[in-house]
């Protein structure tokens, strides 16, 4: 997928977020789980910048690998983020690898299940044409130049 700013704008931040559930049942040991994992690759295509890749790992909640006997089931969380702030970027291609593994063992079952993706979610910084920049200081020059007529 790729992702571009607006004119005049920066892209800030990246974020995915997910949510699940999983489930594991029997009388195993550690050798029955379930598991989450994953990666974000982010390159770089804005005018102008050398092409570069940057990669952000899954972070989990409560963790990343559940298994018996110490879980049986419960909701799992997961989330990427990617500060892109002061690197000027205004065009990315965006790429999210996200693996759910269960394994069990005989006489056990597993299971996991991805309920919920929100993303990506993306921060933008607006950055002002020159003109509009130049206006301002003229403003400002008037308001002094006004106070210092009063004193």
């Not at 989330?79 to 002061?86: A, Q, V």
């Not at 299940?113 to 950055?127: F, H, L």
Request: glycine share 10%.
């Amino acid at each position: 997928m790729i992702i571009q700013s607006d004119p005049n704008t920066f892209l800030t931040q990246l974020s995915i977020i997910e949510f699940g559930d999983y489930s594991l049942a029997g009388s195993g040991n550690s050798g029955t789980q379930a598991k989450i994992s994953g990666s974000m690759f982010i390159t770089d295509q804005t005018p102008g910048h050398i092409p570069t890749v940057k990669t952000v790992s899954l972070t989990a909640s409560p963790k990343g690998t559940f298994t018996l006997p110490s879980d049986s089931s419960g909701s799992w969380s997961a989330s990427l983020n990617l500060d892109l702030t002061g690197y000027e970027i205004s065009k990315v291609m965006f790429q999210f690898n996200n693996t759910l593994q269960s394994t069990s063992q005989s006489g056990t079952t597993s299971f996991i299940e991805k309920k919920v993706v929100g993303g990506p979610s993306i921060g933008v910084m607006v950055i002002p044409e020159p003109a509009t920049l130049c206006l301002v200081a003229v403003g400002g020059l008037g308001l002094l130049r006004r106070r210092i007529r009063k004193t």
